[in-house]
């Protein structure tokens, strides 16, 4: 199923399981602002190492969402910012807890000739681990970042309290594109909540990708330390 088809099927079940939701759900909006040292995807700087500010809004109707989401980013080039546009559904099955979505990747400023847009389908799931939790997801996109084909990643990743603050979390997962660079990423990181509104993220992010194919150091095994207000 292409990215177009994809993002049908998707508008379309969730306009149609809506319907009865929003009869009896009232929308709720949520709101995100942050800055990190580095704004590491899957293992891989986006901003060329340097710091990152994010921010975001999302939209909840029952089991159903969708929201927004951007970033500065610097790939060596004219490009300055991603935006994010998602939705999806969150049903339960039992002690499962499920995600199904879509989500565009969209970059302002891109240089002439490049087409770093795409879309990307996600199925994700957790169940509860003792205190904590643990969840795996697929993602997959019939043609990647820079349109370099088809792409699958898939995650394993658990969380667990320290304490009513304090959290540990952590995720192992393997990005297979159509061409030669497969490679496996890993994060470990403590979360710790200063309050009911900000948050701050310490995380060492990692890959196996060989420097060869790394010139710019961008997939280097890195600390990256954030600050983080939802509302």
Same mark, same amino acid.
């Given at each position: 199923?292409?990215?177009?088809?994809?993002?049908?099927f998707a508008a379309t079940a969730a306009l149609?399981?809506?319907?009865?939701?929003?009869?009896? !759900?009232? /929308?709720?909006?949520?709101?995100?602002?942050?800055?990190?040292?580095?704004?590491?995807?899957?293992?891989?700087?986006?901003?060329?190492?340097? /710091?990152?500010?994010?921010?975001?809004?999302? *939209?909840?109707?029952?089991?159903?969402?969708?929201?927004?989401?951007?970033?500065?980013?610097?790939?060596?080039?004219?490009?300055?910012?991603?935006?994010? +546009?998602?939705?999806?559904?969150?049903?339960?099955?039992? /002690?499962?807890?499920?995600?199904?979505?879509? *989500?565009?990747?969209?970059?302002?400023?891109?240089? !002439?000739?490049?087409?770093?847009?795409?879309?990307? =389908?996600? *199925?994700? &799931?957790?169940?509860?681990?003792?205190?904590?939790?643990?969840?795996?997801?697929?993602?997959?996109?019939?043609?990647?970042?820079?349109?370099?084909?088809?792409?699958?990643?898939?995650?394993?990743?658990?969380?667990?309290?320290?304490?009513?603050?304090?959290?540990?979390?952590?995720?192992?997962?393997?990005?297979?594109?159509?061409?030669?660079? !497969?490679?496996?990423?890993?994060?470990?990181? *403590? =979360?710790?909540?200063?309050?009911?509104?900000?948050?701050?993220? +310490?995380?060492?992010? !990692?890959?196996?990708?060989?420097?060869?194919?790394? /010139?710019?150091?961008?997939?280097? &095994?890195?600390?990256?330390?954030? +600050?983080?207000?939802?509302?």
């Amino acid at each position: 199923m292409n990215s177009i088809k994809l993002a049908a099927f998707a508008a379309t079940a969730a306009l149609a399981l809506g319907t009865a939701a929003q009869a009896q !759900d009232k /929308p709720e909006f949520s709101f995100n602002v942050g800055v990190a040292s580095d704004y590491v995807f899957r293992g891989f700087s986006q901003t060329d190492s340097k /710091p990152q500010v994010y921010g975001g809004a999302d *939209v909840g109707i029952g089991i159903f969402y969708a929201g927004t989401w951007l970033s500065n980013v610097d790939f060596g080039d004219s490009t300055d910012m991603e935006y994010d +546009l998602y939705a999806g559904f969150k049903p339960t099955l039992g /002690p499962v807890s499920l995600d199904v979505g879509i *989500v565009r990747y969209g970059y302002t400023n891109q240089s !002439d000739g490049a087409d770093l847009d795409f879309w990307e =389908g996600k *199925v994700a &799931g957790s169940v509860p681990a003792g205190k904590g939790t643990i969840g795996a997801a697929v993602y997959y996109t019939p043609e990647n970042f820079n349109q370099t084909g088809k792409a699958t990643y898939v995650e394993l990743n658990g969380s667990m309290p320290v304490t009513d603050k304090l959290s540990v979390s952590g995720a192992v997962g393997h990005q297979s594109l159509e061409g030669p660079l !497969d490679y496996e990423t890993w994060n470990l990181g *403590v =979360g710790y909540a200063i309050n009911d509104v900000f948050g701050v993220d +310490l995380r060492y992010w !990692d890959t196996n990708v060989e420097k060869s194919d790394d /010139p710019f150091k961008v997939s280097s &095994g890195r600390v990256v330390v954030g +600050l983080k207000a939802a509302f």
